[in-house]
């Protein structure tokens, strides 16, 4: 659907943190006895370091991995030989400032659900910030979903897995005491987890998977497995390996945990900061996300811009009918909004955003350097959406794209298209409304132009065309023919899907159509449609309404599962058959899956 009643020029900010939940039950505590150093780690007699304490936890209030056990002999047996206690625990009443400041380390073994309260929690994040160490081992990835600092900790949530089957471990750092002495590619069987996000950008990435070694991975072929990073005066490992009781039999996989080990409970030193110059994982550059940087708040930009449309009353009465997980944020705010909305952008696998501007010296204009920053720090490519401003020309619109070329051509995150010359790409919004488009021929060479239609009558002077349109990808009209006539021509075919359509609180009495999301059923018939050669025409690129269009209720950014009450805002909840905090972001995973299908489809 078009966006001409819900484009006017209006005048959040985000909301703060979950609550932290329900107490957990506490159980037995066992001290584990020092045993023989049955299976040590290759050479850990000539590493060992000053004494230590290590706490095991591997408390579960969701499944119980049988290979438990055989995690707690395995550390046990490895503090044996190298010099190092350990204590095991499923009580959470160890976690009080008390008897964790006994501890150097403390590992999650395959720990899930909520498993420690909240004085239980501030307890644990004070001692890490303070300057203890945190090792989680496979499910400690499925752990605490509610709390949002221990994601930060464990880097990743667990999000699914395939079968366990046999896969290749790739060591990306040598230099690691938990790597040193492993090989360059290792084929070992287990259960591999998918996580939520990518989590390289925040951490120290060790080891990564092959996703071509295997079948079921959903990282868009950059799967890290095993990392560290420092948290707060703290130190936190983590490895997704450890599924099987085999696995703490393996020699390779003994030495990995005892070079955690070492490094969380500071025995020696590493290099785990996230990396400034590691290159981010494959993103697609021909998934392209429509992205909107329209909103302030008073806090940021002096004033509600754009939250109000539709004569509502922000913060938490805003022109949408879908409540932003940020809150009504600003556009502008740099290191918060814009900067998680790269690290978005980035969970979804699309590689590149469409960015809205409104002319020179507009709103948006002022702050493209601010998201080009943005996008730059997660691998993300910047297009742009030249919209219909005021006096818009078709030579207008020439210059524009010359403006935007100098000005920020010189940013690594600006999109230039490496199957088509390295050029840049430019979506004209409404194109239509303007009959020459002749002044174009002068930048066309050099640029990628695309008009919003599926007329191929009304493309001349145009390198391809798009549609936009968040409720004809559910039919498709026109597409076959429009995606034929480029391919037939050397243009560039780029069809719209979107997840739904509804804007009846931006625009109150809006008579235009609306479609609803049906959990997820809408944007995956849309995606369909694109993907299938005899209704969408072969695409060169897939286009996305919207990464964040609110008014239009057509984002995927993710939406509050909790929005303020009484205002009639709709939720994910129930998308792709998720509840929760899964369904804030069921949006950004299933464009990653389709992403991934629709490379696959390019390739073949």
């Known amino acids: 659907m078009g966006r001409a009643d819900t484009r006017t020029k209006d005048h959040g900010r985000g909301r703060g943190g979950h609550v932290m939940r329900r107490l957990a039950a506490g159980i037995a505590t066992t001290t584990a006895l020092a045993l023989a150093a049955l299976f040590a780690a290759p050479g850990a007699g000539a590493t060992a370091d000053a004494g230590y304490d290590v706490l095991v936890f591997s408390k579960t209030a969701g499944f119980r991995h049988d290979s438990i056990p055989a995690g707690i002999q395995a ?66 990835a499925d752990t605490e979903y509610d709390w949002p600092y221990y994601g930060t900790l464990v880097g990743a949530w667990f999000q699914s897995h395939p079968a366990p089957q046999q896969a290749v471990v790739v060591t990306e750092d040598h230099d690691n005491p938990a790597t040193a002495g492993l090989d360059d590619r290792w084929a070992r069987t287990d259960e591999w987890y998918n996580f939520r996000t990518n989590p390289r950008p925040d951490v120290h990435v060790l080891q990564s998977l092959d996703e071509s070694s295997y079948s079921g991975g959903t990282m868009n072929g950059d799967h890290p497995i095993t990392w560290c990073h420092p948290q707060g005066q703290g130190r936190a490992f983590y490895t997704g390996i450890g599924h099987t009781r085999e696995s703490f039999a393996e020699s390779p996989f003994r030495s990995l945990l005892l070079g955690g080990l070492r490094y969380a409970a500071g025995a020696v030193g590493a290099d785990c900061g996230p990396p400034t110059a590691q290159q981010p994982g494959a993103l697609s550059q021909d998934v392209h996300l429509f992205y909107y940087p329209w909103y302030g708040t008073p806090e940021v930009n002096g004033d509600w811009r754009h939250w109000q449309q539709g004569g509502h009353t922000p913060p938490e009465d805003i022109g949408a009918d879908l409540y932003p997980k940020l809150g009504p944020y600003d556009s502008g705010d740099a290191d918060g909004a814009v900067a998680q909305h790269m690290k978005w952008v980035r969970q979804s696998g699309a590689g590149v955003i469409v960015y809205s501007w409104w002319g020179r010296g507009s709103y948006e204009d002022n702050l493209a350097r601010v998201v080009l920053d943005a996008a730059r720090a997660e691998g993300v490519k910047v297009a742009w959406h030249i919209e219909p401003y005021q006096g818009r020309t078709g030579a207008s619109v020439a210059d524009d794209i010359r403006y935007i070329d100098a000005a920020y051509g010189d940013s690594p995150a600006f999109y230039r298209s490496a199957d088509h010359g390295n050029r840049p790409a430019f979506y004209v919004f409404e194109s239509l409304r303007i009959g020459d488009w002749s002044a174009l021929d002068a930048v066309t060479g050099d640029n990628i132009v695309l008009a919003q239609t599926t007329d191929t ?74 993907l299938d050669p005899a209704i969408g025409g072969s695409p060169t690129w897939v286009s996305v309404t919207s990464f964040n269009e609110w008014h239009e209720g057509s984002p995927i950014e993710p939406a509050a599962g909790d929005p303020p009450a009484g205002h009639g805002y709709q939720t994910y909840d129930g998308a792709y058959g998720k509840t929760g905090d899964a369904a804030e972001t069921a949006y950004l995973d299933r464009t990653a899956e389709w992403v991934a299908q629709f490379e696959e489809v390019r390739e073949n």
């Open 75 to 140: 550390i046990t047996e490895l503090g044996a030989a190298n010099g190092f206690t350990v204590t095991a625990t499923e009580d959470a009443g160890a976690f009080t400032s008390g008897n964790l400041a006994k501890y150097e380390a403390v590992v999650f073994l395959s720990t899930t659900g909520d498993v420690l309260d909240d004085t239980q929690q501030n307890a644990f994040q004070a001692y890490v910030d303070g300057g203890g160490g945190y090792l989680g081992v496979h499910a400690a």
């Open 457 to 530: 009558s009304k493309i001349s002077h145009f390198n391809g065309l798009y549609t936009y349109d968040g409720i004809a990808g559910a039919t498709a009209p026109g597409w076959k023919n429009a995606g034929d006539y480029a391919r037939q021509h050397g243009l560039v075919w780029s069809p719209s899907v979107a997840p739904g359509y509804v804007d009846d609180r931006a625009v109150p009495g809006n008579t235009t159509p609306t479609v609803g999301r049906g959990n997820g059923a809408t944007y995956d018939l849309e995606w369909s449609n694109a």
